[in-house]
């Protein structure tokens, strides 16, 4: 009897775990829309890994490392004042986000179309996957 109740307890804890962990994700990817749609730079660049890497689905890297995506992120924010994203279908499994998006590029502009796959390592966004553009 007891290793059963043990057993429970093990895989209680994991199902809580993984439980956590999908919430995690959830949140790291209501929060990279919302921070992308603000076009705050910092809050944006907190969610992704010091190392994250951006790549042309399947693997064409475009490039490597948080200081090249606030880079890049940041001047295109400047940019596009009136940028608007919203989500049209989002899966979420294991550890990656597959979102389907539409970018308003400017008020009244027609939305461009994209898929984007997420990969999170240790509540942040370590690779990124541009499947549609």
Known sequence: MKKFILLLFILSA???AFAQELIDIKIISQKQMET???RNIDAYAALFSDDVK?????KKLRYEGKDK???YYGAF???TPELYSFIEKRIITDNKIIDQEKVIYEK???PKEFVVMYVVENGKIAEV???KR
């Open 108 to 110: 009244g502009g027609k």
């Open 69 to 71: 995506l606030i880079a």
């Open 14 to 16: 994991n199902v809580s």
């Open 77 to 79: 924010f400047k940019k």
């Open 54 to 58: 951006v790549y042309d689905f399947p």
């Open 129 to 131: 996957y541009y499947i």
């Open 36 to 38: 992308y749609n603000s």
